[in-house]
């Protein structure tokens, strides 16, 4: 029989999927959002999402917890949100200090609830080729965001799509049907 998959965002940090089209990519990533959606309000979760893939996640931008649901044609947008969420961790570094300047020792030590943030980046392929100049703050931010509760779910269509830097910042993968060996 097949158990339940669990991705434990706050425990394992960023998360990886991999798979080749027509893999289940795109249906498991649909699923995950709408059972995110359904678990979390938007008190203890807010979704952005950049989708560079087929631009079928704007079904969820209604959702209370989205805060936006951006395409491969807004390119001023994606830089905002690249900019707001360094700010971002910035502002939780300093907030955070409280307890042991970590995201869950700061709700533990205060008992407030902060928002955990989940950035959704659909197709890492398109999106690296459009958006260069963010490649190396991904990295900075897939690098220290876990710990103040912000977190990246990134797919792409192969392992060999996704620059070493940025992959090493990924705790969870997922690999799907993938149509390369190697991969």
Known sequence: TQGLLTIPFSQAGNALIYGAAGSGKNTLLNTMLVCLLSSYNPEQLNIYIVDMGEETLQVFA????????????????VIGLFKMLQEEIVARKKRFTAGD??????????????????????????????????DDRLIQMTRECSKYGIYFLV????????????????ATVYALQLNDVSD
Do not use: H, M, W
Request: charged share 20%.
């Open 62 to 77: 209604d959702a209370p917890q989205v805060g936006d649901v951006l395409l491969s044609s807004d390119g001023e947008k």
């Open 101 to 134: 300047g970590s995201y869950a020792g700061y709700c533990r030590s205060t008992g407030e609830t902060v928002p955990q943030i989940l950035v959704v980046l659909r197709n890492y392929s398109a999106f690296a080729e459009q958006f260069e100049g963010l």
């Open 155 to 170: 797919t792409a269509n192969a392992a060999n799509t996704i620059r070493y830097r940025v992959a090493q910042n990924f």
